[in-house]
T-cell receptor, first 117, second 116 residues
Framework: AQKITQTQPGMFVQEKEAVTLDCTYD???????LFWYKQPSSGEMIFLIY??????QNATEGRYSLNFQKARKSANLVISASQLGDSAMYFC??????????????FGTGTRLQVFP | GAVVSQHPSRVICKSGTSVKIECRSL??????MFWYRQFPKQSLMLMAT?????????EQGVEKDKFLINHASLTLSTLTVTSAHPEDSSFYIC????????????FGPGTRLTVL
């Protein structure tokens, strides 16, 4: 079974509008972390936002927010006020286990976001 | 912020040759680094976990004799693709979690390997 599922292979959004990228996960470990990364055409992976399984509040980082619904096992990324530079691949990832900084990340298949004027 | 570098960024080699890729943490020490591979239009797949001072841990299906990993210091891990073949052509990217931060992993810029 897929640990991380991103059901949207591609998304379009108009500049200045908000967009939600979906991510669901599957784990039986009570301690886990959820990440979102942006990968532009250059290939680098840019860290966007993190949500821990025990965090009470949804994470926010500037224009990025994570809609964490633990019971539904979803961790959707919301980008507000989209910009042309937001066009890229977006990957959701999960670390299964406590934050000891030694656990690997499991990635979803990604969503390609295209922002148009 | 934390920075991870990779060298080279791009390499083209002939089939049968070996290629070494370096991953460095520039402003933090990393006892663990991770090596991922990404084929075109696909996601990142973990290949191995590089451990400073000990043997690397390889994921199922990854040939340890083909992908040699050496974590010689707290800031450097190397991946050597031995006897490379065209099917090894891929984007190789490393990551490192800074010990002093929690819940964060930083990725290098990646190395695009093309085997002719």
């Amino acid at each position: 079974a897929q640990k991380i599922t991103q059901t949207q292979p591609g998304m379009f959004v108009q500049e200045k509008e908000a967009v939600t990228l979906d991510c669901t996960y599957d784990t039986s470990d009570p301690s886990y972390g959820l990440f979102w990364y942006k990968q532009p055409s250059s290939g680098e992976m840019i860290f966007l936002i993190y949500q821990g399984s025990y965090d009470q509040q949804n994470a926010t980082e500037g224009r990025y927010s994570l809609n964490f619904q633990k019971a539904r096992k979803s961790a959707n990324l919301v980008i507000s006020a989209s910009q042309l530079g937001d066009s890229a691949m977006y990957f959701c990832a999960m670390r299964e286990g406590p934050a000891y900084n030694t656990d690997k990340l499991i990635f979803g298949t990604g969503t390609r976001l295209q922002v148009f004027p | 912020g934390a920075v991870v570098s990779q060298h080279p960024s791009r390499v083209i080699c002939k089939s049968g040759t070996s290629v070494k890729i370096e991953c460095r943490s520039l402003d933090f020490q990393a006892t663990t680094m991770f090596w991922y591979r990404q084929f075109p239009k696909q996601s990142l797949m973990l290949m191995a976990t590089s451990n400073e001072g000990s043997k690397a841990t390889y994921e199922q299906g990854v040939e340890k004799d083909k992908f040699l990993i050496n974590h010689a210091s707290l800031t450097l891990s190397t991946l050597t693709v031995t006897s490379a073949h065209p099917e090894d052509s891929s984007f190789y990217i490393c990551s490192a979690p800074p010990w002093q931060y929690t819940d964060t992993q930083y990725f290098g810029p990646g190395t695009r390997l093309t085997v002719l």
